[in-house]
Nanobody, 112 residues
Framework: EVQLQASGGGLVQAGGSLRLSCAAS????????VGWFRQAPGKERVWVAS????????EYADSVKGRFTISSDDAKNTVYLQMNSLKPEDTAVYYC?????WGQGTLVTVSS
């Protein structure tokens, strides 16, 4: 059974940084894509970034490109989302996802 544990959220001032972690277990394949999504209050959940396990190819939504970096530590089965230059509009619950499996979400609040 695939399990995803997201953590690292918190309250930060605009311009600050946070690093989210997604600890994963239960994969039966080495070829998978881990994605980060976010859902702001009253809005739909949207994709933020993703990384492919097979070659570490990364992709980013335009709204975070140049500010966020997704990376993986295969030894720890953990995917990170380093978020820099945070803006109030980055406030959301952040989720990690692999296939049909979602982590529980971690809240990021950016104050102006």
């Amino acid at each position: 059974e695939v399990q995803l544990q997201a953590s690292g959220g918190g309250l930060v001032q605009a311009g600050g940084s946070l690093r989210l972690s997604c600890a994963a277990s239960g994969f039966t394949s080495d070829d998978h894509t881990v994605g980060w999504f976010r859902q702001a209050p009253g809005k739909e959940r949207v994709w933020v970034a993703s990384i492919k396990s097979i070659d570490n190819t990364t992709e980013y939504a335009d709204s975070v490109k140049g500010r966020f970096t997704i990376s993986s530590d295969d030894a720890k089965n953990t995917v990170y989302l380093q978020m820099n230059s945070l803006k109030p509009e980055d406030t959301a619950v952040y989720y990690c996802k692999v296939g049909d499996f979602w982590g529980q979400g971690t809240l990021v609040t950016v104050s102006s």
